[in-house]
């Protein structure tokens, strides 16, 4: 499966993904709508094979939040506080003016 591969690639780099799914990619019976012929191949192509790619990626692959993966990638932080907003955007306007 090449898209397997690609993905285990990107995670032997130590790097995070993020895989998308549409919904309407796990329905082969929706309504098929008018397009165009490279648009109806785009949205209806494949879409009985979606479920079970998923069930194999979902046995491959851990999951996580995108909160956990910020909270690895990004230095700790304090919580901001409302008045170091106010007295960081004043700071900046001060800044600003002082150098006009």
């Given at each position: 499966?090449?898209?397997k591969?690609l993905?285990t690639?990107?995670r032997k780099q130590?790097?995070?993904l993020n895989v998308?799914?549409?919904p309407w990619?796990?329905d082969?019976?929706?309504?098929r709508?008018a397009?165009?012929?490279?648009?109806?191949f785009?949205?209806y192509?494949?879409l009985k094979?979606?479920?079970?790619?998923?069930?194999?990626?979902?046995q491959?692959?851990?999951l996580?939040?995108?909160?956990?993966v910020?909270?690895?990638?990004?230095?700790a932080?304090?919580p901001?506080?409302?008045?170091?907003?106010i007295?960081?955007?004043?700071s900046?306007?001060?800044n600003?003016?002082?150098?006009?």
């Amino acid at each position: 499966m090449l898209t397997k591969h690609l993905l285990t690639g990107i995670r032997k780099q130590g790097r995070p993904l993020n895989v998308y799914i549409h919904p309407w990619e796990f329905d082969p019976e929706q309504p098929r709508i008018a397009a165009s012929l490279k648009s109806r191949f785009r949205h209806y192509q494949n879409l009985k094979s979606t479920a079970p790619k998923i069930r194999r990626m979902l046995q491959s692959f851990r999951l996580t939040t995108m909160s956990e993966v910020l909270d690895n990638l990004l230095p700790a932080r304090k919580p901001v506080t409302r008045n170091q907003v106010i007295a960081t955007s004043q700071s900046i306007e001060f800044n600003e003016s002082v150098s006009s």
